[in-house]
């Protein structure tokens, strides 16, 4: 399985940026993913999680600014980040999770820079 992920880019606080994870190769049924970011010094941390049936979950840092969603035709998952501040700034990375018979697999980082 391959994860490709796009969409990181420079933006200013308050901004939007959408970022999307395509899995490819032998994936099997209807994939749980998620979308992790490991700031400089500190351990990456899952910001989101779609499950196999669609239920999803936040981190309380990003949780009312961030949405997650999937289009299960293409195997891409998406996270859609609204008013960005400082502290969003990591490199974000999708990874297949565990479901489905799948999984765990990571792809690579995408940026996120958020600048005042």
């Known amino acids: 399985v391959q994860l490709q992920a796009s969409g990181g880019g420079s933006v200013q606080a308050g901004g939007s940026l959408r970022l999307s994870c395509t899995a490819s190769?032998?994936?099997?049924?209807?994939?749980?993913m998620g979308w992790y970011r490991q700031a400089p010094g500190k351990e990456r941390e899952r910001v989101a999680y779609?499950?196999?049936?669609?239920?999803?979950s936040y981190a309380d840092a990003v949780r009312g600014r961030f949405t997650i969603s999937r289009d299960n035709d293409k195997n891409t998952a998406y996270l859609d980040m609204n008013n960005l501040i400082l502290e969003d700034t990591a490199p974000y990375y999708c990874?297949?999770?565990?479901?489905?018979?799948?999984?765990?697999?990571w792809g690579q980082g995408t940026l996120v820079t958020v600048s005042s």
């Open positions: 990874k297949l999770e565990p479901g489905s018979g799948n999984g765990p697999a």
């Open positions: 190769g032998s994936v099997r049924g209807i994939p749980a």
């Open positions: 779609i499950g196999v049936g669609g239920a999803t």
